[in-house]
């Protein structure tokens, strides 16, 4: 369960870069062919954050769609798992997008003056 591992450094990182501000949400990409279960990081971010600055946060995972190119008939495809097929019959192909996950922003509470 690497999602354990990765939700750990999201929120580690989160809370280095905020300097321990109340983190009220978190917007995570998640490409779909990333590998990573964003059910599973869902769950881990409310026992990771459990504590920490980034306690009660909403998560916003968005998982933008895979898209691959055939190295064999040069065809540009879709790809939304981690089988990547081309039409042809070959696994040959490049992942051009959708691998990605990164945290694209992150909201914080406002102070109150
Ligand atoms: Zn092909």
């Known amino acids: 369960m690497h999602e354990l591992a990765i939700t750990q450094s999201i929120v580690e990182m989160i809370v280095e870069r905020t300097d321990g501000a109340s ?24 026992l990771v954050a459990d504590g920490t600055p980034v306690q009660g946060a909403r998560l916003e995972i968005d998982e933008p769609p895979g898209r691959a ?26 992942v051009l997008g959708g691998d990605e996950l990164l945290v694209s922003a992150v909201e914080l509470a406002e102070e109150v003056a």
């Not at 062919?33 to 769950?43: M, Q, T």
């Not at 055939?70 to 040959?92: H, K």
Request: hydrophobic fraction near 45%.
């Open 69 to 94: 190119c055939c190295r064999a008939c040069g065809a540009t495809f879709s790809v939304d798992d981690l089988v990547v097929l081309c039409a042809c019959g070959s696994a040959d192909v490049e």
């Open 23 to 46: 983190v009220t949400a978190v917007h995570l990409r998640i490409g779909k062919v990333s590998g990573v279960v964003p059910d599973a990081l869902r769950f881990c971010f409310d």
